[in-house]
């Protein structure tokens, strides 16, 4: 389990993944070094990182369920997570024991995946595919660590959006694919790697940020910070309050994925649990405050295979990267 002062880091970096050591010092009450030294720890041992994703206007996705032979779902998990457009893949109890969520950079794209390049394991015995709409949460989360009035200061004020809109090209990919790896990336370093300078890197980066393109991200091996299991939830709702749950359910602390789909289900949601018990609470939540919500299918997530680029082992930890690039969905030629 990580110490106090490791789920503060790490809440820390959620609310502002690229703030200095120096400005999280001064909340914390740590010397900049120690807080760089733990860090470094920390990824050392896969059981945290930073990295960075695309927001609404720049992808778009898919929640694909995989029915496997007996025995063959580990396999098919591994398979898929290889891919570096299925950003993440788990395993779950039920029918379909497998999921995995698809990002391409348009629906043409999407359509692509799902008709053609997407490889079939030959383990796979059935597939049914869900397509977002617009997605309400769960790309950003928090440990909830620190209070509010640390958070207030931690968090960074990013500006309004930029006057003139640009369409994420090229550059904008070079960019984004470059901080895979690592979202706390240093100007400097991202500038020699795309033959730019350091100025120019940071303008363009804070521009993506400002109009929504992107969005940085810190994760954690998540047992290790209290969150022992997942679950995947199937709802339908009415049509005309799927914005109104959505964007409710999106901002619970517990969820890591909620979308609206084009399915029997028009609603998809990810959450984690401390506990079994714990989504007993939420499912009682759920009915209490959105009664005209009715949870279709609801499956218990054995094992996170990847989450958003990273492969993970038993404990949740990061013991490699496959960077996500929705653009490789797109067949080359």
């Known amino acids: 389990m990580l110490d106090e002062v490791d789920l503060a880091l790490v809440d820390a970096l959620q609310i502002n993944p690229r703030a200095s050591w120096t400005a999280l010092a001064e909340v914390l009450e740590l010397a900049p070094i120690t807080l760089a030294r733990r860090w470094q720890r920390l990824t050392a041992a896969g059981a ?7 927001g609404n206007s720049a992808s778009r996705g898919a929640t694909v369920e995989f029915a496997c032979g007996p025995g063959t779902a580990t396999q098919v998990a591994d398979q898929l ?20 969520l698809i990002m391409a950079p348009s629906w043409a794209a999407i359509s692509d995946v799902l008709l053609r390049t997407l490889p079939m394991p030959p383990q796979v015995t059935e597939v049914r595919s869900h397509v977002f709409g617009s997605t309400f949460g769960g790309v950003i989360w928090r440990l909830g660590v620190m209070n509010r009035s640390q958070a207030d200061q931690v968090r960074e004020q990013i500006g309004p959006p930029p006057r ?9 990919r070079a960019l984004f694919l470059a901080l895979g790896h690592d979202g706390r990336r240093s100007y400097t370093d991202l ?12 303008r363009r980066l804070d521009r993506l940020r ?17 969150w022992h299991g997942m679950a995947l939830l199937w709802l339908t709702v009415p049509d005309t309050e799927v914005h109104q749950v959505g964007r409710a359910v999106g901002a619970w602390p517990e969820t890591r994925h909620c979308a609206a789909v ?13 506990s079994l018990h714990h989504l007993d609470d939420l499912l009682l939540r759920l009915a209490e405050e959105h009664p005209s919500a009715a949870v279709v299918d609801r499956k218990l997530v054995l094992r ?7 492969i993970l ?21």
């Not at 570096?84 to 995995?100: D, K, L, S």
């Not at 400002?210 to 209290?226: M, N």
């Not at 082992?313 to 030629?333: L, N």
């Open 191 to 202: 500038a020699a790697e795309l033959n730019s300078s350091p100025q120019a890197v940071k």
């Open 164 to 172: 003139e809109f640009r369409p994420f090209g090229a550059e904008d």
């Open 81 to 100: 997570a290889e891919l570096p457009h299925v950003i993440t893949v788990g395993i779950t109890t039920g029918e379909y024991q497998v999921f995995a």
């Open 48 to 54: 945290a990182w930073t990295t960075v994703a695309l």
């Open 313 to 333: 082992d038993d404990q949740g930890r990061s013991t490699r990267v496959i960077p996500v690039d929705p653009w490789a969905a797109i067949p080359p030629g």
């Open 304 to 310: 996170m295979t990847k989450v958003h680029g990273r």
């Open 210 to 226: 400002r109009h929504g393109d992107i969005a940085f991200r810190c994760d954690v091996a998540r047992p290790l910070a209290g």
């Open 262 to 274: 084009i399915s029997p289900a028009n609603l998809g949601l990810i959450v984690g649990l401390r």
